[in-house]
Each structure stands twice: as structure tokens, then as C-alpha cells.
Nanobody
């Protein structure tokens, strides 16, 4: 069973930066996708970015492109989300998720294992 643990959330002022990490334990498939999603209060969970554990096939949503970068350290089974130029509207709980196959995408149903989430709060 794959387990994911997110870290790195916190409180930051607008314009600041945070780096989230998603560490996996258990049998992961190097060609499986890792996705970051976020859910703001009262809103649906939305896709943020995705990458394969082996560092290939990155994709970042339009809403954060140019500010957020996703990367992977396959040797450490860890994926990072570097978030720069943060805005109050980035405030949300951020979740990482991974799939059991190589099929990746932007939809929640394409991911099989989820972490517990980490809170990111951006003050204005």
C-alpha cells in the first residue's frame, strides 16, 4: 500500500514562497504520475500540477503557471511543489496523489492514493 505524506505548508505573506514536499512510502511505480491538487474553503478540489516519479511529463495548470514549479527526486521518492509569488487566492489545503499505473492527467479519478493534505495560507 502506497502512503503519501505532504509537508511544507504554512502561513506566508502575499508575494512570498513556500516549497511543499510529497514523500511516498511503499511500492511506487516510477512511471506513475504524482499530482498536486488544492481545495479552498467552499470550493471544489482543483488540479495544480503533475509529474511522473521519474521526473518526466510535467504539466502545470494555467492558474499557477509561471509561479509554481513541480519537480521530482526519484531517489528519495519525493515530489516537490515550489510556489513563488503567492497570492491570497492560493490559500487552500494542498494534496498530493499518485496513481497505480502510468496513466496521468488532471482529474482526481485518475489518481489512486492520496495524502492527508497540508494547509497553505497566504495573507494579504
Amino acid at each position: 500500500q502506497v502512503q503519501l505524506i505532504e509537508n511544507g505548508g504554512g502561513l506566508v505573506q502575499a508575494g512570498g514562497s513556500l516549497r511543499l514536499s510529497c514523500a511516498a512510502s511503499g511500492p511506487i511505480f516510477s512511471r506513475a504520475p504524482v499530482g498536486w491538487f488544492r481545495q479552498a474553503p467552499g470550493k471544489n478540489r482543483e488540479f495544480v500540477a503533475t509529474i511522473k516519479w521519474d521526473g518526466t511529463q510535467t504539466y502545470v495548470s494555467d492558474s499557477v503557471r509561471g509561479r509554481f514549479t513541480i519537480s521530482s527526486d526519484n531517489a528519495k521518492n519525493t515530489v516537490y511543489l515550489q510556489m513563488n509569488s503567492l497570492k491570497p487566492e492560493d490559500t487552500a489545503v494542498y494534496f498530493c496523489a499518485t496513481g497505480a499505473t502510468a496513466y496521468s492527467g488532471t482529474l482526481e479519478l485518475q489518481y489512486d492514493y492520496w495524502g492527508q493534505g497540508t494547509q497553505v495560507t497566504v495573507s494579504s
